[in-house]
């Protein structure tokens, strides 16, 4: 977790997931994905053409070209052969893949890291990496749980209520907005 702690320190807080119109860090992370924006201000149209121009048996099912949002650029592909990924490129320079699957799609077993899948390994080589300087995100970092903005945290208000608040805040969910 040190490695990310100045992303974690500068851009969120336990406001920003549980009581967002009081955080104060939001503008801060609406700069970032400005600033992602303007530095690769045609990534997301260079990468979708890249795509289909490399992968032709290959769909694009839906896309997310709002950084600022979204904290990443994310699209959906499906191939015939390996199935419907979700590709996320955060602001801050990772790359997050998930298989979708019936059921919860945004889990640890559903994750993809580099070397699981041809497909998905040659999307980074030929279609995302000429274009932005991305680090893959292994699953153990993606899915590290950031504990102090649980909402049952010893730092929440609500560490005495009764009712189940044990709804997990990970890596992942600050670097894209998956969900």
Known sequence: MNRFKKVIDEYFDWDFFWRPSESSKQSKLDERGERFLANHPDLFKKVITDFRSNFPQSEILGFSPFPVEDRCLSFEIKSNTEGTFVICISIFKYL?????????????ENYIETGESE?????????????????????????????????????????????????????????????
């Open 96 to 108: 997050l893949v998930w298989k979708l699957y019936d059921g919860e799609p945004y889990t640890p």
């Open 119 to 179: 497909l998905i390994d040659r999307i980074y080589q030929l279609v995302i990496k000429p274009h932005v300087e991305v680090e893959w995100l292994y699953r153990d970092e993606a899915f590290l749980e950031v504990k102090e903005f649980n909402y049952a945290s010893d730092s929440g208000p609500f560490k005495d209520e009764e009712e189940d608040f044990e709804t997990p805040i990970f890596l992942a969910n600050l670097l894209t907005r998956f969900r």
